[in-house]
């Protein structure tokens, strides 16, 4: 180990070392697959690495890294000046030398206990196989070099000397005092280190134990030897000033009189031909750990004054012998811990938290101002400010703990690499998006389940070269590693060309295990067979290899992803590849997420795994919520979801009171309905104060309404994503959406599947927050979906019914004003701060994205009402248009729903506005996004319908649509987009018009009396005379299992109602095609 206690100095060449080691490897696996193609920046930058740590091992004591470092840099040496091609061999064993040397940094303390032979021999074969004959033998003629005082000072080969003499280098043996020529002038050793290895080369260096004395010496007299052997191109004179170096403490040595000499003793000499046993040198480096006997007593000190290396020193002397030995030191560890735990900040990041903490201590200055003075409308301004600053530094700080993706990535390099050699294999790694940051903690856990996919993809997916040539396929595989940000996500993507997976061998294996019946099997989806590869136990594998077989891996990687908030998808065609996609979030200390509550109580459901709300009315209740067995669904746009209630998934008993006057239990029936975001304001009087009376009142009030109109009465539906798995879970009621920071769980919580962690409110109580996927696999839910699909699959209906609905967006502009939005042209909903608006060029915009997000208002082209001006918060509606993203602003989302569409296209019909409906028992106008846009900017949608007109305006469509009003609609995109069109009520009438006029597309709905539009394509298709008719299907039937059925009768595309940007998109580019 190293003899001074000072964990600064080994902490700092830790650090300094783990910087050079960080990216050699992949500099390696550059210079290697560059082969003779030298990139000489890279092959220096891997020699400047390993030398600066032969240079600080040296000083430190820890020989072992030195002598390694200095075998690897002999064979880099000889890349860096072109004597040698560096081959696979020889790459690989660098990086086999570079591993150990990273192993040997990470336990520096007891890194001169751990055996390099073999590595050193490999690495010196490696630079004797390049060398003539005649030159080889000076690989093992080692001389002794030393100065007038202390003549055996350095061991190195004539081979070193040589190479270090050439390009007119001279050789110097240096001598510094660490008191007097380095401590005192405010310079540490390392630095000295560095200064030297920028200047020449350092061969090597050791400080001389043995010259120091003891505590009884003078400390005027006291010095600590410290000799560097040094080659450099610059002469005595000027090397003298450059160092600041007394001359006489500059030794020069002639290379010919070395040789000369050896063997002969003085300056130079042989080395005795391989001892035994090698002799501890009397000159050692300094150590930094405690011994681990006790030390000897100590006299007390003088009252002068001595320098911090003086003290080490005088401690090593006086307490033990000058050897090197194992470390286990506490001291040691804690360096190692230090090195582990830290984290390297830009300065600009720094620079910005010190603006934001003086900006924080200058509104902290304005908010006791304000409140000492009473002024509540500085208090409310200092407020916003507050927010304003906490939400940038809490930026700033979340920005110190991102790293880049490229940390992970960079890493795979190695590792395919290594796998596709030993398998025989030949792989092409690409990689994408390394600048993609995430928070350090994930970084941190996605190691392992990335090197488990990345090798599973290499054993299983990639075939072997000369299957993959008998399959008409490149000799190389291709495995892409993609990384890029998709709705505040991460998504990472694994890509192989390989074999892809073979569904059959995964059934036959589920079949053998006993997990499913083989009518369970046939039932499922290719989507949901490949998902069984997560299985526990499962393995296609054919025999047990170090790689893979045992069925270990896949499904702890789906777990471990699973909890950091991920979610994982694959899929995969036989025969052409495989790929994994996972989700995940961007941080894990803070989350924005949706506080709801059940029974009163409180939880936070993070927000990346909710995907919409759906509120049922009491009155719907029976109509949407269906039963399969015991099992709830909700029938959401074609498919049945299944349900949870929060208070079953928790097992949370109805709240109870004891009934003041009788003293019975009773069900707890007292929180009012009004206090929707349930802070108890207008709660009923508790039971057992004086306000009984009250109580009993409200309690009579309660119990006599109408239960069909109680709002408390509705299901309140958040449909979450576990994984590509969806579920609706019921809660009580949905409070607000707050930016939460994670606490860890209790441990007496911590084996509840259930709770991911908890959280601190603002009012001071705790809100525990829910594991989706827990949740899901406590209920079993996937039984559930299970069941549902089979009855599905059963009836092969994937009807709503013959009435034609559409899910709709339930939005407010003015208060007493309602209106609705097809949700299938919504992106996506943002709820900004008014004060973020800017106007530019007289319209109004806000920062989105990256981007700018031009906004609109429906108020601004069709007599409605207006938004509050003085509201501090709006939403935002962003939907595509004319080539961009644009939004609408409205006050407040009402409610997200499936209606039958009864629309009034007369009454209320304007510009911006396509009529009107009965929604709630409430006047709703129907919103055209499209005219909006086109009614504020009318030249985007010239230069859009521009770009969609035909050069033959001769072109017929047919438009199929039992809706009158759809029927207009289409008609009226059909027609203003420069086409003719003609119309059909139903496929049977359609048939009749096709066989009457050339129709060049048809247009349909799915949903028709007589002949649906499904039924209709089929017989397109079996026509001769249109089997090639392009079919566009535009429905609010969505849904995959509607889609597919839609793919399966030979619809083309399958486009949803009232998307006008989609439909003449469509059909421009398939009549382009046809002409």
Known sequence: MPLIEDDETLLAFVEESKEHLDGIEADLLAIEEAG??????????????????????GFLGLDKVKDLAHAAENLMNLIRNGELTPTPVIVSTLLDATDLLSTMINHAAGSNEVDISAHLAALQRAVAANLDEEVKPTLDHAIVLGSPAVPDLFHISEFELNTASKGGNNLFILEYDL????????????????????????????????????????????????????????????????????????HPLSLDEILSSAGQGAAGRAAPPAPAVRPEPAVAALAVAAPAAAPLPQPEPEPVRTGRMAEMIGQESAGRPATVKAASSSSSEAAQIKADTSLRVSVKILDNLMTLAGELVLTRNQLVQAVASRNQQGVDTVSQRLDLVTSELQEAIMSTRMQPIGNIFNKFKRVVRDLSKDLGKEVNLIIEGEEVELDKTIIEAIGDPLTHLVRNSVDHGIEVPAVRLGSGKPETGLLRLSAFHEGGQVIIEIEDDGAGINTDNLKAKVLEMGLYD??????????????????????????????????????VVHTNLSRLGGV?????????????TIKLPLTLAIIPSLIVTCQLERFAIPQVNLVELVRVPAAQIKERIEKIGDALVIRLRGELLPLVHLRDALDIKDPVYVDPASREIKDERRVNISDPRGNGKNRAPAAGTENEEQQSEFIEKREGGDRRVNPLSAYNILVLASG???????????????????????????NCKCYAGATIQGDGKVALILDVVGISTKMKLNMVADKVKTQMQQTKDVKTGLEDSQSLLIVRNAPDEQMAIPLGLVSRIERIKTAEIKVTAGRRNIKYRGGSLALFGVDEVASVGMRD?????????????????????????????????????????QPGILGSMLIFD??????????????????????????????????????????????????????????????????????????????HLVL???????????????????????????????????????????????????????????????????LQNRK
Request: charged content about 25%.
């Open 36 to 57: 003779a193609n030298i990139d000489v920046d890279r092959v220096n930058k891997v020699f400047r690495a390993v030398h600066s740590l032969k240079g600080g091992a």
């Open 179 to 250: 008191i007097a020529d380095i401590e005192q002038q405010g310079k540490t050793p390392l630095a000295v280190i560095r200064e030297l290895q920028q200047t020449g080369q350092l061969l090597d260096s050791r400080v001389d134990i043995a010259s120091v004395g003891d505590l009884s010496a003078d400390f005027e007299s006291m010095r600590i030897p410290f000799f560097a052997l040094f080659a450099t191109i610059m002469e005595i004179d000027l090397l003298t000033g450059f160092l600041g170096l007394d001359p006489a403490k500059i």
């Open 518 to 555: 083989r009518l369970h099997l046939e039932s499922m989806s290719a989507k949901e067979l490949n998902k069984l590869i997560f299985t526990p136990g499962l393995s296609t594998a054919r025999e047990v290899t170090d790689v893979s077989g045992r069925g270990v891996g896949m499904d």
């Open 568 to 580: 994982i998808d694959i899929k995969s065609s036989l025969g052409l590849g495989t790929t994994i």
């Open 724 to 750: 590509d798995f969806h579920y609706g879970l019921i809660v009580d009621q949905l409070l607000d959406s707050e930016e939460i920071v994670v606490k860890p769980l209790g441990s007496h919580l911590r």
């Open 869 to 909: 001006p003085d509201a501090q918060s709006c939403y935002v509606v962003v939907f595509p248009m004319a080539g961009r993203e644009v939004g609408i602003m409205v006050s407040q989302i009402v409610d997200i729903l499936d209606a039958k569409l009864r629309i009034d296209d007369v009454t209320h019909r």
């Open 922 to 999: 409430e006047i709703t106008l129907l919103v055209d996004l499209y005219g909006v846009v086109a009614g504020v900017m009318p030249e985007w949608a010239l230069i859009k319908a521009q770009s969609e007109s035909s050069d033959d305006n001769k072109f017929n469509i047919l438009i199929v649509e039992d809706s009158r009003f759809f029927m207009n609609q289409l008609e009226n995109f059909v027609s203003e987009a420069g086409y003719r069109a003609f119309t059909a009520e139903d496929g049977v009438e359609a048939l009749k018009v096709l066989g009457e006029e050339k129709i």
């Open 1004 to 1070: 349909t709905d799915i949903e028709m009396p007589n002949m649906d539009g499904l039924e209709l394509t089929r017989n397109i298709r079996r026509d001769s005379r249109w089997s090639s008719l392009p079919v566009i299907a535009v429905t609010s039937v969505a849904g995959e299992a509607a889609e597919q059925s839609g793919r399966q009768a030979g619809v083309d595309e399958y486009l949803i109602k009232l998307d006008r940007e989609q439909i003449i998109e469509k059909i421009h580019h398939y």
